[in-house]
């Protein structure tokens, strides 16, 4: 069974488990906006109304996560009145699953129907001028994880050969994520994040090295899921927690609880700003 065939069952099965909460035609999934939630970010889906909610471990073909702050469910309804599909959690290179199925969920959801997608994590600071807590919106990335989720044979079904990336971010979105947050008074950067294979932090030889070719964020996600997304051509906002300044600019060493503490305490402030975003898109 090819990976097309897997997205395909992965889809139909939700599709059947959401839609049979209802007795009439009312498609759950269609023209919503999906939503991947990182790193300590993933209670906006606890919001979500009329929710039906699935783990992971029972889609099939989906993997579980076992990273601390990611719930491993797919939860979908509605939020702030807006028809959402939101993945609590993501699966990660690093754990050992392989591109295709680390970015599988964005190809199921592009089967769902979604119109649009929001793809968030928590990243480390690069740029001097950022700030723990600072949301940063992706206005580029680089692919430095030593693999691609679209080597081997093409899907046709989801996209051409050569997908173009100058416009892998819609600028739409950015433009319009700018000025919902302008309307909150929530001061958004933007950059370019970098993702790296993990799972250990990068040495602070690596992080000067990002720092050169222009990162202002790295992180261990994120990047497949932009360029399935671009694949499938689907119009795609990337936002990025700075939940700690990288290795080497502070001297400070890092680990996961405090990434998950700046990322919890920037929530209302994160959720805000989605849940507004949302009704505009």
């Known amino acids: ?65 076992n990273v601390i702050g990611h719930a491993g469910r797919m939860v979908i309804g509605k939020l702030n009145g807006v028809k959402v599909i939101c993945m609590q959690g993501r699966f990660h290179f690093y754990e050992g699953y392989d591109m295709k199925i680390v970015s599988m969920p964005v190809r199921v959801m592009k089967l769902l129907g979604i119109r649009s997608l929001i793809v968030t994590n928590a990243a480390g600071g690069v740029n001097r001028g950022f700030d723990e807590g600072t ?28 997908p173009d990336m100058t416009l892998a971010l819609d600028n739409k979105l950015k433009k319009l994520a700018f000025e919902t947050a302008e309307e909150l008074n929530i001061h958004l950067k933007k950059g370019v994040y970098m993702s790296f294979r993990g799972p250990n932090y990068e040495t602070p030889a690596e992080i000067h090295f990002a720092e050169v070719v222009g990162a202002d964020a790295v992180g261990m996600s994120t990047v497949p899921e932009l360029l399935v997304a671009r694949h499938a051509n689907i119009p795609t906002l990337g936002i990025s927690c700075i939940t700690n300044m990288a290795a080497g600019i502070t001297g400070k060493e890092l680990n996961h609880l405090e990434v998950e503490a700046v990322a919890k305490r920037v929530n209302n402030e994160f959720k805000s700003l989605i849940k507004l975003l949302i009704t505009k898109m």
């Open 135 to 162: 949301l940063m919106v992706i206005d580029d990335f680089i692919n430095f994880m030593g693999d691609n989720p679209l080597t081997g044979a093409n899907i046709e079904e989801f996209g051409t050969r050569f």
């Open 1 to 65: 069974m090819n990976i097309y065939q897997k997205c395909v069952e992965s889809a139909n099965y939700i599709k059947g488990i959401a839609n049979g909460n209802y007795t009439d035609q009312y498609d759950t999934t269609s023209d919503a906006i999906g939503i991947i939630l990182g790193s300590g970010l993933g209670n906006l889906a606890d919001e979500v109304e009329d929710a039906t909610v699935i783990s992971y471990k029972d889609i099939p073909h989906f993997p579980m996560t």
